[in-house]
C-alpha cells in the first residue's frame, strides 16, 4: 500500500515539473506569439521591396547605396514643391518609384542626381535649402511616400517610363511628337488645371536678331519672319521654317533654351521677342495639372491613370520580382 502511495507521489512531481511549471513562465507576448510563415506572404513581399538599395552617383562622384523609399522622399522634396496637394506629391512618389524601379530593371549602373534622370537631395541637403521649413515640408513629403510605398505604374505588366515635367500649355504631348518613340501610355491629353495653377504659364525672352541667327545657323533678310509649317496634336510647334531652314519644335526650344515648345516669335527692331505656353518637355504628368486635379479633388490614382494612359497599380515585387533577387 505504502509503495503505490510512493509511487503516485512520483507521478504527480513529475507531472508538476514537466507541464505546470513551464506553463507559469510563458509570458503573455508568448502566449500571443504565431508560428512563423513557411513563405513570404505579400504584404512582407512589399517591406523587402521597401528595403531596396537604389546606387546613386551623387555630385561629388561618389555612388551611395540609398533605401528606396528614402531615395523617392529626396527625389519628390527636389521635383515638386511640399506645399502641393497630398494627393499631386502621392502622385509624384509614384512617378519617381516606378521611374527608378524600370532603371533599375535595365541597368546595372547607378543612377544619377540630376535632370538627367530625376534630381536627388538628400535629408542633410534638404536642411540647408529649406532651413526653418524643413520640419512641416519633410513630413507631408515622408507621409505621401509611406502612403504609397512599395506601388509602381505598370502597362501590360511591365514598369512605364514615367516621364514628368512642370506645366503643360494645356495639353500633354505624344511621346512620338517630342522624343520620335511611339509609347502608347505616353498619349496626349488635356491637361486644363495648368493655365490657372502654374504661376509661369506664360513666359517671355527677348534676344538680339544677332544671337537668335547665330545660334540657329541663319542669317535673315529684312522684314523676314519665317512660319509655323505644322502642330502637334498637343498644340506644340512640329516644325518650322525660318530664312529657307527647316527645324523641329524641340530644335527650336533646345538651342534656344526656350521653356516650351508651344512657342510664337516676332521680330522687334533689332530683337526678337519669343513667347511660351508651359514649361518643360510636355510628355507625361504635368506637375502643375496634377495639383491642379488635386485641388479640384482628383485621387492619386486618377492623377496618375489620367496622364498615363492605360496603366495599372501595382507592387514592386509583383511587377519585378526579378529585381528584388538580383539586388
Given amino acids: 500500500m505504502h509503495q503505490r502511495i510512493k509511487l503516485f507521489l512520483v507521478v504527480a512531481v513529475i507531472f508538476i515539473i514537466l507541464f505546470a511549471i513551464p506553463a507559469m513562465i510563458v509570458s503573455p507576448d508568448d502566449e500571443q506569439r504565431k508560428p512563423l510563415p513557411e513563405k513570404v506572404e505579400p504584404a512582407e513581399a512589399e517591406e523587402s521591396a521597401a528595403k531596396l538599395a537604389v546606387p546613386v552617383l551623387r555630385h561629388s562622384g561618389e555612388v551611395e547605396e540609398i533605401d528606396l523609399e528614402e531615395y523617392v ?65 519633410i513630413r507631408v513629403i515622408e507621409e505621401a511616400v509611406y502612403e504609397t510605398k512599395g506601388e509602381i505604374l505598370t502597362f501590360e505588366g511591365k514598369p512605364i517610363t514615367a516621364a514628368f515635367f512642370s506645366t503643360s500649355n494645356g495639353w500633354t504631348e505624344n511621346a512620338k511628337d517630342y522624343w520620335e518613340e511611339d509609347v502608347p501610355y505616353l498619349a496626349s491629353v488635356e491637361s486644363k488645371w495648368d493655365e490657372q495653377a502654374a ?88 506637375q502643375y495639372g496634377a495639383n491642379g486635379m488635386a485641388l479640384a479633388g482628383s485621387t492619386y490614382k486618377e492623377i496618375v491613370q489620367h496622364y498615363f494612359s492605360g496603366v495599372e497599380l501595382s507592387s514592386i515585387d509583383q511587377a519585378v520580382p526579378a529585381l528584388l533577387v538580383r539586388r
Wanted: proline share 3%; aromatic share 10%.
Fill in 73 to 137: 522622399t529626396g527625389v519628390v522634396a527636389s521635383e515638386m514643391p511640399a506645399s502641393f496637394e497630398k494627393e499631386a506629391l502621392k502622385a509624384q512618389a509614384l512617378a519617381a518609384r516606378t521611374y527608378v524601379t524600370r532603371f533599375l530593371s535595365h541597368n546595372e549602373g547607378p543612377i544619377t542626381d540630376t535632370t538627367t534622370h530625376q534630381v536627388f537631395k538628400s535629408k542633410e541637403e534638404l536642411k540647408e535649402i529649406w532651413k526653418d521649413e524643413y520640419d512641416w515640408k
Fill in 199 to 286: 504661376p509661369g504659364f506664360y513666359h517671355e525672352v527677348t534676344m538680339p536678331i544677332s544671337e537668335f541667327e547665330q545660334k540657329l545657323g541663319i542669317t535673315l533678310t529684312e522684314g523676314e519672319q519665317g512660319s509655323i509649317l505644322e502642330r502637334t496634336p498637343g498644340n506644340r510647334i512640329k516644325t518650322v521654317e525660318i530664312a529657307g531652314k527647316t527645324f523641329s519644335g524641340r530644335e527650336i526650344r533646345e538651342t534656344l533654351d526656350l521653356r516650351s515648345t508651344d512657342f510664337e516669335w516676332v521680330l522687334q527692331g533689332d530683337q526678337v521677342v519669343i513667347k511660351t505656353k508651359g514649361y518643360g518637355h510636355g510628355v507625361g504628368m504635368s
